[in-house]
């Protein structure tokens, strides 16, 4: 498209063009796209089945971990289906609407993903500094307090976002989004008019939520090895540090990914825009796709209740 002082005003209509740069290969794209969704719909639906079949299970830290595979569930199929729709079959256009829900669905199961690994970080921290307390403290009456405490933080803070879209942007350059969904940047450098204050939103919620779950995870972490490497035993030290072992490497993917996209979106100039919406692509479907392989390769609990699930099916 040609640069012009022609604006639009409120298009009831935008369009995705997926991968700048790489249409004519996108319906390979697809491909590993489709894969790693189809694997992190089973195998986070196979945790879900397996925590709520198992009364054992019915724990605080397995009952975040079925929250994390809602929320992955969730947050890959407001993403994925379009985006095959897009590589696929070419449908490129979305109602301005639709693309704002697309949107807060997206941030919203971003947030809420942050604020189960938070809320699992501290039940991990009071599990193993205070053994002897973690029951009390964390009773189902606590956990259902935070799982609505975690979705509504996240919902309240994305929601302005787009409310600062509707009201103060009606007049864009254009209806084409260089990316292959609604992402909250991509959709507010459309408009020909003022962005500062959506773009002070957005870092506001990126640093209200990231920056006060890493802080908080964090130091939780530290106290877990600080009190770790105080015990006497050997034996004691690893089975309480492969407790927190699947929980670190989620962390870890989780926010690394995440910070790279926030980052090179806003300031990333250099960067190619096909490298870019690639990786933050790659970036919301990976946490989904690796949550159930790490938990159940790493939680010795779900591997035998995964064990037990297959070799009753294979009995019958």
């Avoid at 935008?14 to 740069?21: A, D, K, N, R, S």
């Avoid at 605080?60 to 379009?82: C, E, Q, R, W």
């Avoid at 506001?204 to 130091?219: E, H, K, Q, R, S």
Wanted: hydrophobic share 55%.
């Amino acid at each position: 498209m040609s640069i012009s002082n022609v604006t639009i005003f409120m298009p009831s209509v935008l369009t995705l063009i997926g991968v700048p740069g790489l249409e004519s290969v996108q319906c390979w794209i697809g491909v590993p796209f489709c894969a790693m969704y189809l694997i992190a719909m089973i195998g986070n639906f196979l945790l879900l089945i397996i925590i709520m079949s198992e009364r054992s299970l019915h724990q605080p830290m397995y009952i975040f971990l079925g929250m994390l595979g809602v929320t992955d569930i969730a947050l890959s199929t407001s993403i994925v289906p379009k985006m095959l729709g897009i590589f696929w079959f070419h449908v490129t256009e979305i109602y301005f609407d639709s693309c704002l829900l697309q949107m807060w669905l997206i941030h919203t199961f971003q947030c809420t993903e942050s604020g189960i690994l938070l809320a699992m970080a501290l039940d991990r921290y009071v599990a193993i500094c205070y053994p002897l307390r973690h029951a009390a403290i964390f009773s189902h009456k606590l956990v259902t307090q935070i799982a609505a405490m975690v979705t509504l933080r996240a919902a309240i803070l994305v929601t302005p976002c787009l409310i600062l879209i509707k009201i103060r942007l009606q007049f864009y350059h254009t209806t084409v989004i260089s990316h292959s969904y609604c992402e909250h940047m991509a959709v507010v450098k459309l408009a020909a008019e003022n962005i500062r204050v959506n773009k002070i939103c957005g870092l506001f919620v990126a640093f209200t939520v990231a920056g006060l779950d890493i802080v908080l995870i964090t130091l939780s972490y530290i106290q877990i090895f600080i009190t770790v490497f105080r015990l006497p035993q050997k034996e004691a030290r690893l089975k309480a540090f492969n407790t927190c072992v699947a929980h670190i490497c989620v962390f870890l993917q989780f926010y690394s990914l995440g910070f790279f996209s926030f980052f090179a979106h806003r300031f990333g100039s250099h960067i190619p825009p096909y490298i870019h919406i690639l990786f933050s692509s790659t970036y919301l479907l990976v946490p989904p796709f690796l949550n159930p392989l790490v938990y159940g390769a790493k939680t010795k609990q779900i591997r035998v209740h995964m064990v037990k699930l297959f070799c009753s099916k294979n009995l019958l």
